[in-house]
């Protein structure tokens, strides 16, 4: 079935009782995917709270116009939702015609019953959002939809399937699979033909087949096509095929079609070597990712996710956990394209709430459903190698809970058993009744702060024999156990069960160097997913560093209190851009060999701090500060080397040895005076390289799209820098500056790195933060759009943009 693209043209307002008369608030214009709660008024009393960054819940009401033809009564129509978070009802002419409780799931709503022939149907679809997540989750249409009108005889929604059984450098064989649906009240026999191209597009075979399909079944055809001296999708070189079906009737007129990207590549998994996609090694460099888009919510938008996969590679990740849900289609169509390894997550519940209104008490009637759609959406996709059935399971320590992994795994194994079946198992979690001290701690604060508070004791608890007892069943029915914070399992893992593959599922961010020396010296440890890749919407201030002799200050744990919105936790901020923690990972991984500067903002030297083990330092890569000259100052190195030298105007300021504050950190202890300030790196006396900051002189306004011509569907990313003639952006001093947008475009989101805010993405203002802002604007038509950016005191900054 062809998708067409069914964003346009809606409506969206509060959910109105049949009793309750319209209000003020009326329902407003929308192009989809759309998030309705982003824009809300955000509370410190909201009862939300620190989850979802202090917004408010609620129940929407999309509403559109659905012209039907006459000609539709001897077609199929059905729209295919993405994902409406969440408990998504959809009506057409107040009739009932699909329900869907899963946020996350995708689903679809058949039509025909329904449809009013030769006028307008009234289609409406509601959502509700209301303490169901331990994150921001947004609401409403949030992902694509898409309208699909065909024969009554058509290929299956999702029944085009690739895989790649059998490979060597000769050849690869491709097993295709398509399912033909019958709608009508006869038998008939189809043909599908099917045709493979290569990545540069070049027709490499082609074969067909003839399928009867009784009426009101489906019936698959089969075939299997040898490509010869394949070239293979790997991290390195992601090289996607194309395989293209057209299903004919029995006159030979072509009645459907279908394409999948896919991509030749073989895994294997064993302790010996760890994980190996093509026979070589692979290490998954991961980050873990929620589902928001930072400035535009909860909103999917294909060219949003296109962005954060790319740069998360540019940043030195090669995999993806989506914590905890199913990812989007859009990001693992990224994936493919950029060779970004992918754990796609099932749930963050199975049958315990987590949170007063979540999918726990639907999962046992549900959860075959949500399976087949997960692995529906996976199957064509080659940077998906591992399902992940969960997330700190609340019951996994338990016979019960047990059996229900394993309920998972095989039920995702009947239907693929081409990947890897994982867990994000976290022994404390599952044992939280049974471990005393633990069990204190949890009653006083949330499990976050309790982890957090438990430092070395963390770390015993997590290879204690209850945990190992407790947690064997659950991790004996996955191929991969992952852990949660237990590296401490790591080493004694391989000695109690040997034959036992294990990837860390979720660390601690500030202790990547300890994490990537284990995974590079044990192989049944086959990678290491930080928390969090990209910083993101509520769990807010959860890695935030606060600086305690503040008149007032009263700790809270790891709720950072209103008004912090995002969690600050992130490798890179919700705009994109890297903090300094990045450069440090990038370093510990082996990808950079120039070192890199981190300065401790010099207005707060000496202070006391509090953090948590999701932080990272308050540093930045900056020599411009509101500073006297003398101020003492804090400059860490970052550096793959034993020794660095620091210099300022040439001048040495020191030597310092590497590691003995932290692995691969020379720290030193100095005096800010603006100027140029190198840091050089030496190994056994050598040059290994260098970096340079520099003190800012008289700044501008700067705006910069990521790309001159855009898709008309897609997104425009527009960078806003202070910054001097030399492109130095100073940091502490920020203005508040406005965008406007003219052309056939909108400005669909405002918004800087800052995690503790009230200013709302929806505006036209923002203070820049560290000097710096993104403004994502989001074409209505093709044609020239201009962005133009301004501030008081200083020149405007003008940029356009084409959308074709």
């Known amino acids: 079935m062809i998708r067409i693209p069914f964003h346009d043209g809606w409506t969206v307002g509060p959910k109105l009782g049949a009793f309750e008369a319209r209000g003020p608030e009326s329902a407003k214009p929308v192009m989809l995917p759309h998030d309705a709660i982003r824009d809300l008024p955000r509370s410190a009393d909201s009862d939300q709270g620190v989850h979802t960054g202090y917004h408010p819940g609620g129940v929407f009401e999309y509403e559109k116009s659905l012209d039907v033809p006459e000609e539709w009564r001897d077609r199929t129509v059905v729209l295919e939702f993405e994902g409406v978070y969440r408990d ?26 329904y449809l009013r022939f030769g006028e307008a149907n009234r289609l409406t679809v509601e959502a509700k959002a209301h303490k169901d997540s331990r994150w921001y989750s947004g609401a409403g249409i949030y992902r694509p939809v898409h309208l699909l009108v065909a024969d009554p005889v058509h290929l299956a929604l999702g029944g085009l399937r690739v895989t790649t059984p059998d490979i060597d450098a000769e050849r690869a064989v491709v097993a295709l699979a398509a399912t033909v649906a019958n709608d009508t009240r006869r038998t008939v026999t189809t043909r599908v033909e099917w045709s493979i191209s290569s990545p540069d597009g070049h027709e490499l075979a082609t074969t067909s087949a003839p399928v009867t399909v009784l009426p009101g079944t489906t019936a698959t055809a089969r075939a299997r096509l040898v490509v010869p001296s394949p070239r293979l999708w790997s991290v390195d070189d992601p090289a996607l095929h194309v395989v293209d079906a057209t299903l004919f009737d029995e006159q ?21 070597h760890g994980l190996r996609i093509n026979g070589e090694v692979a290490n998954l460099r991961g980050a873990c990712v929620h589902h928001d888009n930072g400035p535009l919510g909860a909103a999917t938008i294909g060219a949003a996710e296109d962005r954060r996969v790319r740069l998360l590679k540019d940043a030195g990740f090669n995999a993806l956990r989506s914590a905890h849900n199913p990812m989007s289609r859009a990001m693992l169509d990224a994936c493919d394209r950029h060779g970004v390894l992918v754990m796609d997550e099932l749930t963050d519940v199975w049958t315990r709430s987590k949170t007063a209104f979540d999918v726990a008490g639907s999962f046992p009637d549900r959860w075959e459903r949500d ?33 229900w992994g394993r309920r998972l795994a095989e039920g995702i194994r009947a239907l693929d058993d081409t990947r890897f079946v994982t867990n994000g198992i976290n022994g404390i979690i599952a044992n939280l009744d049974r471990m005393s001290e633990a069990m204190a701690e949890a009653e006083k604060s949330d499990p976050n702060t309790m982890m957090a508070g438990m430092g070395e004791q963390m770390a015993r608890m997590n290879a204690s024999t209850l945990v190992t007892e407790s947690t064997e069943e659950s991790a004996s029915v996955l191929d991969v156990v992952g852990f949660n914070y237990a590296d401490s399992r ?13 990837v860390g599922s979720e660390t601690f961010p500030e202790k990547i160097d300890v994490m990537w020396e284990l995974v590079q010296r044990l192989p049944h440890v086959i990678g290491d997913f930080t928390w969090t890749g990209w910083d993101y919407l509520g769990e807010a201030g959860i890695g935030r560093v606060d600086y305690t002799d503040v008149e007032g200050y009263e700790p809270t744990g790891t709720a950072g209190p209103y008004p912090y919105l995002t969690a600050e936790c992130g490798d890179l901020d919700i705009t994109g851009f890297r903090r300094t923690v990045s450069y440090y990972r990038e370093i510990v991984y082996g990808l950079r060999t120039d070192p890199y500067i981190a300065v401790h903002r010099p207005q707060h030297h000496g202070r006391p701090v509090f953090t948590t083990p999701w932080s990272w330092d308050d540093s930045v890569a900056s020599w411009t500060w509101d500073a006297a000259p003398g101020a003492p100052v804090v400059v860490d190195v970052y550096a793959p080397a034993d020794e660095v030298e620091l210099l300022l ?53 700067a705006a910069r799209p990521e790309a001159s011509e855009i898709a008309a569907d897609g997104l425009a990313f527009v960078s806003i820098t202070l910054e001097d003639a030399h492109g130095v952006v100073p940091c502490d001093a920020d203005v508040l500056v406005t965008v406007e947008v003219e052309g056939p475009a909108v400005l669909a989101g405002l918004g800087t790195g800052r995690a503790a805010t009230e200013e709302p993405f929806s505006g036209r203002s923002v ?28 020149a405007t900054a003008s940029v356009s943009v084409a959308a074709a």
């Open 88 to 113: 998504a009802s959809v009506f057409l002419n107040g009739d009932l015609v699909a329900h869907e409780p899963n946020g996350y799931t995708a689903f679809t709503a058949v039509l025909d019953p």
């Open 252 to 272: 030979g007129a072509h009645i459907d079609r279908d394409t999948a990207h896919f991509g030749i590549r073989r895994l294997q998994l064993d302790p010996q």
């Open 371 to 403: 399976v087949a759609a997960l692995v529906a959406k996976d199957f064509n996709h080659p940077s998906v190698v591992l399902y992940s059935i969960g997330n700190e399971i609340l019951e996994l320590g338990t016979p019960a809970g047990a059996a």
């Open 490 to 502: 790591y080493e004694l893992d391989a000695e109690l069960f040997p034959h036992r593959v294990i």
């Open 649 to 701: 105007g040439g001048a040495s300021l020191g030597v310092a040895p590497v590691g003995e504050h932290k692995a691969f950190i020379a720290r030193f202890v100095t005096e800010y005076r603006p100027g140029e300030l190198v840091a050089v790196a030496r190994r056994d006396g050598t040059e290994t390289g260098r970096h340079t900051l520099r003190s800012a002189r008289e700044v501008a306004l």
């Open 767 to 794: 203070t820049t933060y560290d000097g710096r802002a993104l403004a994502v604007v989001r074409p209505t038509a093709p044609g020239s759009i201009t962005v133009t950016v301004s501030a008081d005191g200083l």
